[in-house]
C-alpha cells in the first residue's frame, strides 16, 4: 500500500477519536454545565446533528474544489471544536459545549471521505483494500479517544476535563 493510505489510517484514527471522547466524557461534562440533569447527553446527540448537516457541504465542496483543501478544513473544524469544548471547561459554559459537539461532527463528515480519499489514490485493483485499511484507523480511535479523555480528566474542581491526567 502507497505511503499516503498509511498517512490516512493514522489521520483517520487521530480524528475519529474524538467520537468516542465526547461519547466519553460528553454526557458527564454535559451533566456538570447543563442547566438540568435531562439536557446532560445533548452534546453527545449534537455531534451526530453536526455530522449530518455538513455530509452534503463538505461532499459538495470536494467535487468542486478538491478533496486536501476540504480535507483541511475539515481539520480545522476539528481543532476549533477543541478549542470551543475548553472554553466550555473554562467558562463553565453548557452552549460551548454544545457548540464544541456541533463543530465536532462537521469535522467528522469530513473524515468519513478519507476512504474515498485512499481509494482514489490507489489501482483499482488495490481500492478495497485501502478503503478497509482507512476504516480500521475507526477501530483504533475507539480505542484512543476514551484514553485521551482519561489524560485531560484530571483538572482542578473548578476546570474539570482542563487538567493533566498524567499525575
Same mark, same amino acid.
Given at each position: ?7 490516512? !489510517? ?10 468516542? =471522547? ?15 440533569? *435531562? ?8 455531534? !451526530?446533528?453536526?455530522? @449530518? ?9 470536494? *467535487? ?14 476539528? !481543532? ?13 459554559? =453548557? ?6 459537539? %456541533? @463543530? ?5 463528515? %469530513? %473524515?468519513?471521505?478519507?476512504? =474515498?480519499?485512499?481509494?482514489?489514490? @490507489?489501482?483499482? *485493483? ?31 474542581? *473548578? ?9
Amino acid at each position: 500500500m502507497p505511503i499516503n493510505v498509511w498517512i490516512l !489510517v493514522a489521520a483517520q484514527a487521530l480524528a475519529m477519536s474524538t467520537a468516542p =471522547f465526547i461519547v466519553f466524557i460528553g454526557s458527564i461534562h454535559g451533566r456538570l454545565l447543563a442547566p438540568s440533569p *435531562e439536557w446532560a447527553t445533548l452534546p453527545v446527540g449534537l455531534v !451526530v446533528v453536526g455530522t @449530518v448537516l455538513a455530509i452534503k457541504p463538505a461532499t459538495w465542496l470536494m *467535487e468542486r474544489l478538491g478533496r486536501k483543501p476540504v480535507m483541511l478544513l475539515g481539520t480545522l473544524a476539528g !481543532v476549533v471544536s477543541g478549542l470551543f469544548g475548553a472554553l466550555a471547561a473554562w467558562s463553565a459554559s =453548557f452552549p460551548f459545549l454544545c457548540a464544541a459537539a %456541533v @463543530v465536532g461532527g462537521t469535522g467528522l463528515a %469530513v %473524515v468519513h471521505q478519507y476512504r =474515498f480519499a485512499a481509494m482514489e489514490s @490507489v489501482a483499482p *485493483e488495490m481500492a478495497g483494500s485501502a478503503a478497509a485499511r482507512v476504516l480500521l484507523g475507526g477501530l483504533v480511535a475507539a480505542w484512543l479517544g476514551p484514553e485521551i479523555a482519561l489524560l485531560g480528566g484530571g483538572g482542578q474542581a *473548578e476546570y474539570p476535563f482542563m487538567g493533566d491526567g498524567l499525575h
